[in-house]
């Protein structure tokens, strides 16, 4: 059965400028254990080992962490200059590492697009972070695994995340509110959750 849930989350993202739409959803439940005060983890906690769902429930609060956490890793990274993308390995596999090894690569090499529409030679500058909030969340069997996938749909808002240019000038970025389900399977072989895949719906909220 599906269950629906509403949860505030923070997350610093490094993100390419396709995928760094987002919104808000007017109105939030903030999660007993995520608030807007609470300060985000850093990228250098280790994504822990974890015994397979025992129900839905426990599926969602354990893919919603590590979603939180990816996001994070991917803001630590570009921030830093986005050339070492090996942390990013902790948390994500599939297409959902290749994103974010991409966005990485263009943050470190450039050049970027400002918002004079003129492409700029030399690595970009980060800052800021992703909000989110799950609007449903829902699970599925995968590889075997009872609820070992986890869909997020969630609204994303990148309107705090800045991507500047080498000469200084702000990145130009798409609208930054739109709508996504965010996939996180749960791995039995490293017997941990990894966010595998993140999907625009295209739709702003």
Known sequence: MSTKRTLTALAGIAA???????????????????STSTPSPSATASNPQVSPPESEDDAITDAETVLTQYFVVRGEVNAAGGTDTAPLEAWATGRALEVAVNDAAGIAKGPILNTDQKNIDGPG???GAIKYETTASYGQEWEGVENGLITINACQDSSEYKIYASDGSE??????RSTF???VVYD???????????ISLGESC
């Open 16 to 34: 390419g400028l396709a995928l760094l739409a987002g919104c808000t959803n007017t109105t939030p439940v903030p999660s007993p254990t995520t």
């Open 125 to 127: 500058k980060t800052e």
């Open 171 to 176: 990145a130009m970025r798409p609208e930054a």
């Open 181 to 183: 389900d965010y996939q």
């Open 188 to 198: 039995a072989d490293s017997q941990k959750w990894l966010v595998y895949d993140l």
